[in-house]
């Protein structure tokens, strides 16, 4: 990865953070794309100190805000010539429900939106710099998804759970990198997702998530692995030699996992994807739209690697 130019969102702690230090030990330039730049700088440092190569660097997100995802998205395209990899990786579950800064349920938001949002926003300079790779941190958690997407109430105004909102968040990560690898084919960006297995991270565990829930997650905390075994198969999708043109899958324990069959529905994608654009021009935030590819790419679906 030397010379490599990686973002990493929602790097300042967890599965992020060492994400973030896997891939700066193998030299790549690594920006910690953050909404805390104060617990993002401690971060940063405890990176430079332990991976002793690569670059280290900050970027300030707030996926809850499409403002502040179109600024990071200018900062990287004044700021970087090349970008070989972005890790959609930050993420969260709310108990009681939220919005955005435009007013979209904070789980839709933060763990969909705002990542489609900055892969769009940075697509021409993947490509420019391609073979280049999106990486998007989902969850098994899409399995309880039953069924699939609830396209009449996608922002959940007519009944919100934190833990169905979730799981749907995580489906549209994998209905997202399903519809971007297709549009994307022939033009040398993959687009693949992941699950990370069950991680002690600070996930769910600022206070946001209440009830049986949260009485639960905070129950299997000593199974779970640490985030440094979490972070394994994002850092093997994001730079393994041998994927570098598999495009369209999803994996666990570095390996090709089974998604739920609502999660391989293409019309749900391609339904999904408009959709998101709609909303992000009816807040006031439009974002480039990537036309279907031509055929003839030499990208290969997962699996058959
Ligand atoms: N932990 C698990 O068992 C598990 C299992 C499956 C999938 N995942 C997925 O793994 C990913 C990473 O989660 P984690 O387990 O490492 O949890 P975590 O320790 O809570 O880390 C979440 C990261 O996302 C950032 N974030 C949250 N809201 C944000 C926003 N509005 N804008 C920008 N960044 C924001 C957090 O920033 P702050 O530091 O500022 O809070 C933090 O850096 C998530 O997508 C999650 O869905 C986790």
């Given amino acids: 990865m030397d010379g490599r130019v990686v973002v990493v969102t929602g790097a300042s702690s967890g599965i992020g ?145 934190g833990l169905a909102a979730y799981a749907r968040s995580k489906l549209a990560n994998l209905l997202f990198t399903a519809e971007l690898s297709s549009r994307l084919a022939a033009s040398g960006v993959t687009a693949n997702a992941v699950h990370p297995g069950p991680v002690r991270s600070g996930f769910g565990m600022d206070g946001d998530l209440g009830g049986l829930v949260g009485w639960g997650n905070r129950l299997v905390r000593p199974l779970e692995i640490t985030p440094q075994a979490g972070a394994a198969t994002s850092i093997y999708v994001a730079s393994a030699p041998e994927l570098s043109a598999v495009t369209g899958g999803y994996f666990a324990r570095c390996r090709p996992a089974r998604t739920a069959p609502w999660a391989r529905s293409a019309a749900d994608a391609a339904r999904l994807w408009d959709a998101s654009l709609h909303l992000l021009d009816q807040v006031g935030y439009p974002v480039p739209d990537i036309a279907a590819s031509a055929s003839g790419s030499d990208a290969r679906p997962a699996g058959s690697a």
């Fill in 17 to 161: 953070e060492h994400t973030a230090l896997g891939l700066a030990r193998q030299g790549a330039i690594t920006v910690l794309a953050c909404r805390n730049r104060s617990k993002a700088e401690v971060v940063a440092d405890r990176i430079r100190h332990e991976a002793e190569s690569g670059t280290v660097e900050l970027v300030d997100l707030d996926l809850a805000d499409l403002a502040s995802v179109h600024r990071c998205a200018g900062t990287i395209l004044d700021r970087y010539d090349r970008l070989d990899v972005i890790v959609n990786n930050a993420g969260g579950i709310w108990s009681p429900r939220g919005e955005s800064a435009q007013g979209l349920e904070m789980t839709f938001a933060v763990n969909h939106m705002g990542h489609m949002a900055l892969t769009l926003l940075l697509t021409d300079l993947l490509r420019t710099s391609s073979p280049s790779r999106v990486v998007t941190v989902s969850s098994v958690a899409h399995w309880m998804a039953l069924g699939g997407l609830r396209f009449d109430d996608l922002q959940s105004e007519r009944h919100y759970s």
